[in-house]
């Protein structure tokens, strides 16, 4: 069972910028990551998901703020997040696939394992 581990969240005013970081337990392979976000009262949404041939897959809302990276051999993936808004306070989770994932049709239900969730609060 992978486990997955996010830090990096946090308190920043509007325009800041944060750097989230997901580390998995586990060398098993995996073959794609995410972030995803669950704002009070919203359903969790997706927010980026990489494969492990770098392609990517951004929210609309986010384009062009956030960028999603991972370093598979140390299993670790970032999202670095700037010019961030209020509207991008949530909890941020992280997700992972060891079967490869369709990025057009990639659902909640294509990552099996998800990490607790790290706060980010973005004040105006």
């Known amino acids: 069972q992978v486990q997955l581990a996010e830090s990096g969240g946090g308190l920043v005013q509007t325009g800041g910028s944060l750097r989230l970081s997901c580390t998995a337990s586990?060398?098993?392979?995996?073959?794609?990551m995410a972030w995803y976000r669950q704002a009070p009262g919203e359903q969790r949404e997706l927010v980026a998901i990489i494969t492990i041939s770098n392609s990517t897959k951004y929210a609309d809302s986010i384009k062009g703020r956030f960028t999603i990276s991972w370093a598979n051999a140390k299993n670790t993936m970032w999202l670095q997040m700037n010019n961030l808004k209020p509207e991008d306070t949530a909890v941020y989770y992280c997700a992972a696939a060891h079967q490869p994932v369709l990025l057009l049709s990639a659902t909640q239900d294509s990552f099996p394992h998800w990490g607790q969730g790290t706060q980010v609060t973005v004040s105006s």
């Open positions: 586990s060398i098993f392979s995996i073959l794609a």
